[in-house]
């Protein structure tokens, strides 16, 4: 190596690191000595956030009037089998709904417990990253994770970047399925992706999510995470609750009492 | 210069009509999936993405490929090169309409594909993914054209297309990177979240993409007389032996970094499709013929004596070609989704109106290979005859 390049490299390196240390001064956000929490642990209340806690110990056995009500109010359409299966809000046992947590010597209650599985509505949502149109987007006022049917282009990244196994998608035209079509809620084309909504549409009313409102044990708590005399956040401060694979940094807005 | 597609003899017509009614049934079956819906593939809400993902993966490793014949001929002047690099451009250009036709058909509102332009939305791989897609169609098309075309009227290239070759190297490593981040960069997916996904993209291609541009002049050699030349064929072996050998290579990280670790979310994926999980295991089978036959083929690449024998090097050129298609076209997708978040073992089989549809755009792709390739071997063999 001749000696112009050495010191040309030299030089430049210099600068870079120079340029680094001026840029860790000034911008704040660049600055190596900023310790931040993780992510997953931090707390930010500004403005609503939309969440729900599910005391599972009030779930009945065999009870699924939160799915039916659910799934009515929706037009989810009830495809036979798994094939072309759609659903917003569904039951599956605890090794499913709560993969990576411990599994050994569960208590039978647990072991043989449902769990409801929905989407988390998460405060980072792998979804919204994925989605390439922003057709699946998080509500800046209330943290909700919204879909615009009549954007979506049936990709299905949002689904291949769900950690929950939360979406569906329309295979075939939805519309025969449905058994009871309910005028007040759009039905859905083929060929796009749908979810849980958190019933953004009764909330408008001022109406709470239809699963909550059908639950008579009052297993379902929905309200706002951002208000600290909120239900949700009363039963968050009484009691250890868990979020579904909260390792993943999503921070999802659904927490569950087992 | 496109009229010379217009000329051949019976063998090419015939090989044009034989395509074109493969692709007819290809497009009666994608007019059937329009009407009715995906639900016409073996997709579930579990297993998202199928056969046309994961063929979409493969050719964007074939697309960027053609690198390796551009970089050391325009790069380093290696002048063996100078007969096969336009091969490689146009197999990047039907390796890229496949893609982007594979993406279509895999859509489920095709209608509303511009919405990825409209709204662009740069915080999704996906956008990325389908700019450089287009942008490396782009790119290949101007620089292979406009070099042809000046070679058929026997000038030197004009000057500005050079840097749009320069630009073509860098761009195609840039394909198969944003198409590795399209699974990379998701939570939840373990046999996804690897760092090494794009490396081991990468490395697969440059072995399946010399591995497909030998044959390829094998059978131009074959039915058009037009010779490639042994220099650059060898040359290319070397290339995909060391690519090939990368390939097991990474592959055997992700298995030590799995199974050591002992993490059952790292090794469920690798454990579904090499050993079966929970005693379901649909593509075992396929995976260890893919490692059997990709293993072999490199046996018999690093054998000197058996690399440089034509018929030892067309086998293990469909050896490669066959082990990575399974590998990178059929595990990768469907391990990356089963099990499924929820844990759950869910099978995934193409129904026929999905295959019919995946062999009808395969079909475009060669008949698009096939044209240009005609276009380009009538030019070079032009040259020849005058001088």
């Known amino acids: 190596m001749n000696e112009n390049r050495r010191e040309f490299i030299r030089k430049t390196g210099l600068g870079v690191l120079a340029g680094i240390g001026a840029a860790s001064g000034i911008i704040p956000g660049a600055s190596f000595e900023k310790v931040a929490a993780s992510p997953a642990h931090q707390d930010e209340a500004t403005g609503v956030r939309w969440g729900m806690v599910i005391d599972t110990r009030k779930c009945r056995d065999g009870c699924n009037r939160c799915i039916d009500a659910c799934h009515e109010v929706h037009n989810v359409p009830d495809f036979k089998g798994t094939k072309d299966e759609i659903k917003w809000i569904w039951k599956d046992p605890y090794e499913n709904v709560f993969p990576g947590e411990s599994g050994q010597f569960l208590s039978k209650e647990t072991k043989e417990g449902l769990y409801h599985a929905l989407c988390n509505h998460c405060d980072k949502p792998p979804c919204v990253r994925a989605c390439p149109t922003k057709a699946t987007f998080k509500r800046k006022w209330d943290g909700i994770v919204a879909m615009d049917y009549h954007r979506c282009i049936g990709c299905r990244f949002c689904m291949a970047a769900c950690p929950y196994g939360s979406r569906s998608f329309n295979w075939r035209d939805p519309r025969p399925a449905i058994k009871k079509i309910n005028p007040a809620y759009p039905t859905r084309e083929r060929g796009v992706v749908e979810k849980c909504n958190f019933c953004s549409e009764r909330l408008a009313q001022g109406m709470k999510p239809a699963c909550v409102a059908e639950c008579s044990e009052g297993a379902l708590v929905f309200g706002d995470l951002n208000d600290p005399n909120s239900e949700v956040r009363e039963l968050l401060e009484n009691n250890h609750t868990l979020q579904r694979r909260s390792e993943l940094g999503t921070r999802p807005s659904v927490f569950y009492i087992l | ?387």
Request: hydrophobic letters at 55%; charged letters at 10%.
């Open chain 2, 1 to 387: 210069m496109i009229e010379k597609a217009f000329k051949g003899d019976r063998i090419y017509w015939g090989w044009i009509v034989l395509l074109l009614v493969i692709i007819s049934t290809g497009v009666f079956s994608y007019l059937n999936q329009l009407t009715t819906g995906l639900t016409l593939t073996g997709m579930s809400r579990d297993v998202s993405w199928g056969v046309y993902i994961a063929q979409f993966t493969f050719l964007v490793g074939v697309a960027a490929s053609a690198v390796m014949v551009v970089l050391p001929y325009y790069l380093h002047n290696y002048k063996a090169f100078g007969k096969i690099v336009i091969i490689g451009e146009f197999l990047a250009v039907a390796a890229t309409i496949m893609c982007i036709l594979f993406i279509v058909a895999d859509i489920g509102r095709p209608d509303r594909i511009l919405n990825v332009m409209l709204y662009p939305t740069p915080n999704s791989m996906l956008f990325w993914d389908a700019t450089v897609l287009n942008g490396y169609l782009l790119l290949n098309i101007v620089s292979g054209w406009t070099v042809l075309s000046a070679e058929r009227k026997g000038v030197p290239p004009p000057k500005w297309v050079k840097p749009v070759i320069y630009l073509s190297i860098p761009w195609a490593f840039s394909i198969h990177t944003v198409t590795a981040f399209l699974y990379a960069g998701l939570p939840g997916r373990h046999l996804w979240l690897t760092a090494v996904l794009a490396p081991r993209f990468l490395a697969s291609a440059f072995a399946a993409g010399p591995a497909i541009l030998i044959l390829v002049s094998t059978i131009l050699k074959k039915t058009a007389g037009f010779d490639a030349g042994k220099e650059a064929i060898n040359k290319l072996s070397v290339i995909m032996t060391y690519a090939a050998i990368l390939n097991f290579f990474l592959l055997g990280m992700e298995f030590f970094t799995a199974f050591y670790s002992n993490i059952p979310g790292h090794m469920h994926g690798l454990q579904y499709l090499f050993f079966g999980l929970h005693g379901e295991g649909q593509l075992v089978p396929y995976m260890w013929f893919s490692m059997i036959v990709g293993l072999g083929s490199v046996l018999v690449l690093l054998i000197p004596k058996l690399r440089t024998s034509m018929r030892w090097l067309i086998a293990a050129c469909i050896g490669i070609v066959v082990s990575i298609w399974i590998d990178k076209g059929v595990g990768l997708i469907i391990g990356g989704f089963v099990p499924t978040p929820l844990e759950k073992i869910v099978g995934y089989m193409p129904n026929i109106n999905e295959i019919l549809i995946t062999i009808g755009v395969w079909s475009v792709g060669i008949l698009i290979l096939t044209i240009l390739l005609k276009i380009a071997v009538t030019v070079k063999m032009q040259d020849q005859v005058k001088t």
